[in-house]
């Protein structure tokens, strides 16, 4: 059971690039979000789906996009990447809807962009 | 809106107890509780339904005032292993809303 898996684990970025930040789980799960998380600021919701082909903002969505083309994976891309959004990305699923039930958290993505 | 927790950092002896507080300036329907390890991804520990429910898991406990909107965890009898950083997630009565995290509150046991 691998449950959530992200990659890439660590990643260097220059200001500019683009990225995709990757995430699968493989637990039949319809509900996937993805979270940010800063030093002392706890976790921020970037985006959210609730099934293939869904998906809605969350807090803080501003340069980033996702799609939701199968209910596995859940990729999450940054354009024009800024030393704003260096931070740790967790990508999370769970089986009941958005705040009903247990988030299963990925290992998370370290992105540092300078 | 952002949950608030309080207190921002408590440092215990193994054995003590401690109570960690959030709140939300909106109705709430769900109040949810993880547990950050350094360095690893958030664990769940419970989920607190609207209807003043109280759950336990071993020796940690939460309950759920849905009239003031807050919710408190207490941690008895403090093992080494309950240090971490601890977040509540809130859910809004509005429907369609995913999880809102607190800014978390660091607990350092100490033998």
């Known amino acids: 059971n691998a449950g959530v898996t992200q990659t890439p684990k660590f990643r260097i970025l220059k200001i500019g690039q683009s990225m995709t930040l990757q995430c699968t789980q493989d637990?039949?799960?319809?509900?996937m979000y993805w979270y940010r998380q800063d030093p002392g600021m706890g976790l921020k919701l970037i985006y959210y789906?609730?099934?293939?082909?869904?998906?809605d903002k969350g807090e803080v969505p501003n340069g980033y996009n996702v799609s939701r083309s199968t209910t596995e994976d859940f990729p999450l891309r940054l354009e024009l990447a800024a030393p704003s959004q260096t931070s740790v990305y967790f990508c999370a699923s769970s089986l009941q809807g958005p705040g009903t039930g247990e988030l299963f958290f990925g290992e998370g993505s370290r992105l540092t962009v300078l | 809106q952002q949950p608030v927790q309080s207190p921002q950092a408590v440092i215990l002896r193994e054995g003590e107890d401690a109570v960690i507080n959030c709140s939300s300036s909106?109705?709430?329907?769900?109040v949810h509780w993880y547990r950050q390890k350094h360095g690893e991804a958030p664990v769940f520990l419970m989920i607190?339904?609207?209807?003043?429910e109280q759950k336990g898991h071993e020796k940690i406990s939460a309950s759920f005032n849905e009239k003031k909107q807050q919710s408190s965890l207490y941690l008895t009898a403090s093992q080494l292993s309950y240090s971490g950083t601890y977040f509540c997630?809130?859910?809004?009565?509005?429907?369609?809303?995913?999880?809102?995290f607190g800014k978390g509150t660091t607990l350092s046991v100490s033998s």
């Open positions: 909106k109705a709430l329907y769900s």
């Open positions: 789906s609730v099934g293939a082909g869904i998906t």
């Open positions: 637990m039949n799960h319809n509900y």
């Open positions: 607190l339904l609207k209807g003043g």
């Open positions: 997630g809130t859910r809004w009565r509005q429907a369609g809303t995913a999880l809102i």
